[in-house]
């Protein structure tokens, strides 16, 4: 499966943007857990949120949470990350992430669980 991510661009801190990320490929889309992760500069990457195949289950970075929303839409093939309240530490580039891995609370945040990636789109937040 192809991942295609978009949305990022400067926001001021207090803003929202939403991100897309579109899947194609001849895989279901409907298979894969997806996630979110990112990577400020200097920094590693890591685990942002992720939902489960069908929206029942879904996990965010404690940090995040209440901020950010995560949602998809398997006819569409793509997965959203709605942000809110943002703040110049949420800065970085944002990547999305499909998983046939087992899945859990703890294996949704690995990185080595998601089979595919997309190309990441930068998230720039000014204060």
């Known amino acids: 499966v192809q991942l295609q991510a978009s949305g990022g661009g400067l926001v001021q801190a207090g803003g929202s943007l939403r991100l897309s990320c579109a899947a194609s490929?001849?895989?279901?889309?409907?298979?894969?857990?997806m996630g979110w992760f990112r990577q400020a500069p200097g920094k590693e990457r890591e685990f942002v949120t992720a939902?489960?195949?069908?929206?029942?289950?879904?996990y965010y970075l404690g940090s995040v949470k209440g901020r950010f929303t995560i949602s998809r839409d398997n006819a569409k093939t793509t997965v959203y990350l709605q942000m809110n309240s943002l703040k110049p530490e949420d800065t970085a580039v944002y990547y999305c992430?499909?998983?046939?891995?087992?899945?859990?609370?703890?294996?949704?945040?690995?990185?080595?669980?998601?089979?595919?990636w997309g190309q990441g789109t930068l998230v720039t937040v000014s204060s």
């Open positions: 992430a499909a998983s046939t891995a087992p899945w859990g609370p703890y294996t949704s945040r690995r990185e080595d669980k998601y089979d595919y």
């Open positions: 490929g001849r895989r279901t889309f409907g298979n894969y857990a």
């Open positions: 939902v489960s195949w069908n929206e029942g289950t879904t």
